[in-house]
Nanobody, 121 residues
Framework: VQLQASGGGLVQPGGSLRLSCAAS????????MGWFRQAPGKERQFVGTISQNSYNTAYADFVKGRFTITRDNAKNTVYLQMNSLKPEDTAVYYC???????????????WGQGTLVTVSS
């Protein structure tokens, strides 16, 4: 599976942004899809994940109630809707794929190239 993340940019605090991650191949629907982020000078951290059929999602505490992950298996795409953005959300955001539920980045098999989100006034 090849992944291509997009949708990053500059947004003001309190604003919203939607990231997309397009996958190649016909096996997209077989994978849990996760989002991670890496802020400048910090380690990459788990943001959230969604199951193959969208029935199950899980989020890091720092994004609960603000970020939502959805997917469209017909379009081979997963989305990260980010609302009420804060300056501390500034990071490179990555999408990743794995065959089961996990929040460990070491377990994910496929990674997108990352898209930069900057939250600043």
């Amino acid at each position: 599976v090849q992944l291509q993340a997009s949708g990053g940019g500059l947004v003001q605090p309190g604003g919203s942004l939607r990231l997309s991650c397009a996958a190649s191949g016909r096996t997209f629907r077989n994978y849990y899809m996760g989002w991670f982020r890496q802020a400048p000078g910090k380690e990459r951290q788990f943001v959230g994940t969604i199951s193959q059929n969208s029935y199950n999602t899980a989020y890091a505490d720092f994004v609960k109630g603000r970020f939502t992950i959805t997917r469209d298996n017909a379009k081979n795409t997963v989305y990260l809707q980010m609302n009420s953005l804060k300056p501390e959300d500034t990071a490179v955001y990555y999408c990743a794929a794995v065959g089961y539920y996990t929040i460990s980045e070491d377990s994910y098999d496929y990674w997108g190239q990352g898209t930069l989100v900057t939250v600043s006034s």
